[in-house]
Structure formats: C-alpha cells, structure tokens
C-alpha cells in the first residue's frame, strides 16, 4: 500500500468520521443533510497526495504532520473587542471563536431589510429559505472537505438581504481560534441569499491566538438574485499555526453582480476553492486576489467561473508576492457552456518571486463549447525590474524603499477595486506594513 494511502487511512480519514460522528443535526432535513455528507466523505476521503486538484498542496500530508484530528475540550477562550476592531469599519458584526457563536462581541442588525443570526439558530427555527438552500450549491458529492463540513458544521452565519434592500453597512464575520494549550479544528458553515434588487457586503476575517495548531473548514454557500449585487471580501492574516480550506460557491441569477476580494498574508497553509456560477443573461462578475507571503507560508487559490447562459461578462485577477520560502498555487478554470454565446471571459495571474527559494505553480485554463465569445488567459511570473530600481535610487531613494515601492504599485491594482473606503484604507495599511513600507 503507498505511503498516500496509508495516511489516508490509518489516521486522517478515520480522525474527520469520528469528529462527524460526533455532530448533532437540528432539524430532521438537516440530518438527512448531514447523513448524506457523510456518506460522500467515507465514499472520497481526503485527498491523496497525489490528486491532481492538491498536486502542488499536499494538505492531507501537512494535517497528519501537524494536527491529530481528535476531539478535544473547545473553549471560547478570551477575546476583546479591541483586538478585532478595525478602524473606521462601521458594521455589523458577527463572531465566532472555536466555531462557537460569541453574543457579546456580536452586533447584529435589527431592521426589517436584513436577517443576520446563527445557522444553528436558523436551521433549529425551521426557516424555510435555509433548508430550501443549505447544501444546494456547494457539491460535497465530488469534494472531500465539502463532504466533511456537509455533515459536521457546527455553526456558522445564515445572511438574507431581502428584496430591494439596500443594507447600510457591511456585515463584518471575524472567525477566531483560541490555541492556546491544544490543537482546535472548526467547521463552519454560511448561508448568503441576496434576494432581487438587494445589494450586501460581507468582510470575512480569520485571526487567532495561541502557538498550537489549528484547522478550520469553512464553506460559503451563496445565491444572487436577479438584479441584487454582493461584494465579498476574505482576509487571512493569521500569523498562527493555522491549515485552512475554504470553499465558496456563488449563484448568481440573471442581470446579477457578485465582486470577490481575497487577500492572503499569512498563515502555514491557506488553501481557497472559489466557484461562481453565472446562470443568466446581463450577469457581471469581479475576482480579485492578492497573496503577499514569505516565512513557509502556502497560499493555494483554485477559482472556477461557470458560463452556463448567454451575455455574461466575467473578469478575474490574482496577484502574487512571495518571498522566503513561501509557495504560491494558481489553478483558475473558465468554463463557457454551449448555449453560453456572447460570452465575455478575461482572467490573469501575476507574480513577483522575492527570493530564490519562494516558487509559485500557476495553471489558467479555458474550455469553451460555444463559438461567439470573447475570452482570454495568461499568467506571468518574474522578478522586479532591477533597471527600475536603479532608476529610484538614481533619484535619491534608497534600495529597500525602491522595493517596496515598486511592490506596492504592484499589489495596488488589487485595491483600486474596493469600493469601501474604511476597508480599502485597512488593507493598504496592512500591505504597507508588510512590504515595510
């Protein structure tokens, strides 16, 4: 039996069945929900180290090398208000510490144009939208770690921007481990529904305290109506011992617009699965990314775009800098349907290698069944232009600050697409911190 196989069965996948087996459903459509997910993860297990979809991430690898994957005590543990404030951030917010719901640190909206409260709390209420939705569109048929979370979340956030809604702030979702003493693994499920003409922003933050290891599964579910807009915006900066998989699925319905934000600094391994699904005419779609790591940081971004109708326009860029021994993974994939005619599709990946030891594996693909379209690809990976650092210094500018510079000019064209300015200002602030700038 190869060594892939022996991890897989001896100790990851026996590990993740005992912590599902541990969950409890709320409602008896969710546990058929749950059921299911479970059967679909003994089915496909987590993935060997040879898969072709983790072949430069060797995340089973990495969790049986770092994490035992056994249930433990999950404690709150203390956190301040202070210590997930983001200045000049005025928003609802939601947290969750260990996966568990923190009330007092929450402020959830209280008006009739928006429902935000615990998925736990939504499903145990019966409400009809979530169990018509939950599970709908993320396929943890195919996906081990979608399977995983299918059976054994254990709470999360259900967000419903009702019809015509126009919500006055963004919904601000920190999700904190507290690692002090022992390894915490979290499984988080979201539930987004923009209904018709709603608009919604929605900042993911992920953050912890503790040197012991730490897992979360995360997987995002979210559906946009005809006409309603969502920007979503994720921020890993988790200078902690912390392995994440993240999984987010949009629908979008016609005359729809979804922007995607993910920025990646820091963390042992950051792996994110984005797919959006464009199911109608007039449908407009945005994602941006930027991955500034360096230490032993993995940062692996898989994106698909699914053209499944005619006269939709989809626009992706991912920027990458890396520096130390730091790994960067690119696989995006665009899919234009047969029927999908007048289809316009654009996607680049762009890198900068700081050091000779930081490596970056980028993989931009098309398949395209329909023969009216408009579609283009490519990726570049470099170094900085040495000429162009010269140039500054010749202008009185030493070396280190020509850098950094040059870095942030190129990180900014990630930025210039925030529309929320309190963000845009945090985010370039950490950038700037980052690139010593």
């Not at 520096?323 to 960067?328: E, F, Q, T």
């Not at 996607?347 to 069944?369: C, F, G, H, Y």
């Not at 010269?390 to 950094?404: C, P, V, W």
Request: hydrophobic residues 40%; contains cysteine; proline residues 3%.
């Amino acid at each position: 039996m190869a060594e892939n196989e022996l991890i897989r069965n001896k100790v990851s996948d026996k590990s993740v069945i005992d912590l599902i087996d541990r969950q409890i459903g709320l409602h008896p459509k969710v546990l058929a929900l749950r059921e299911e997910g479970r059967e679909a993860f003994i089915r496909i297990g987590l993935p060997a180290n040879k898969a072709e979809e983790f072949r430069h991430t060797p995340i089973t690898r990495l969790l049986q090398k770092n994490l035992l994957l056994e249930p433990g005590e999950n404690r709150l543990g203390p956190l301040s208000a202070e210590t997930i404030k983001i200045e000049g951030l005025d928003a609802y917010q939601v947290v969750f510490v260990n996966g568990i719901y923190l009330e007092r640190l929450s402020n959830l909206p209280t008006g009739s144009d928006i429902v935000v409260r615990p998925l736990a709390d939504a499903v145990e209420a019966g409400d009809p939208l979530v169990l018509e939705h939950l599970g709908k569109y993320a396929d943890y048929q195919t996906d081990g770690f979608v399977a995983w979370n299918t059976a054994a979340w254990s709470n999360g956030v259900f967000i419903h921007a009702k019809r015509n809604a126009i919500i006055d702030k963004p919904i601000y979702l920190v999700y904190w481990h507290h690692a002090d003493s022992e390894e915490v693994v979290s499984v988080v499920r979201n539930l987004i529904i923009v209904e018709t003409n709603a608009q919604l922003e929605v900042f993911e933050r992920y953050g912890s305290a503790g040197n012991a290891s730490h897992f979360s599964n995360h997987v995002t579910e979210a559906l946009v109506r005809a006409n309603g807009g969502l920007d979503l915006y994720t921020l890993q900066n988790d200078e902690g011992q912390r392995y994440q998989y993240a999984f987010t699925r949009i629908h979008q319905e016609p005359s729809s617009r979804a922007n995607t934000y993910a920025f990646t600094f820091d963390g042992k391994l950051v792996r994110n699965t984005l797919q959006l699904a464009l199911d109608g005419e007039g449908i407009e779609s945005h994602m941006f990314g930027l991955y500034l790591v360096s230490g032993d940081t993995i940062a692996d971004n898989h994106t698909v775009v699914d053209h499944l109708k005619p006269n939709s326009f989809s626009n992706e860029i991912y920027k990458g800098i890396l520096d130390g021994n730091s790994k960067g993974i690119f696989n995006g994939k665009i899919y234009v349907r047969p029927q999908a005619q007048k289809t316009n599709a654009f996607q680049a990946n762009r890198n900068i290698l700081m050091s000779d030891n930081a490596t970056v594996n980028t993989k931009p693909q098309l398949e395209i069944w329909a023969d009216d379209v408009k579609c283009s690809h490519g990726c570049t990976t470099g170094q900085l232009d040495e000429e162009a650092i010269f140039y500054l210094q010749s202008r009185g500018i030493d070396k280190n600050t020509a850098r950094a510079m040059m870095l942030f000019a190129f990180a900014i064209e990630v930025l210039d697409n925030i529309r929320h300015a309190g963000l845009r200002h945090y985010l370039e602030s950490i950038i700037r911190e980052k690139l010593h700038q």
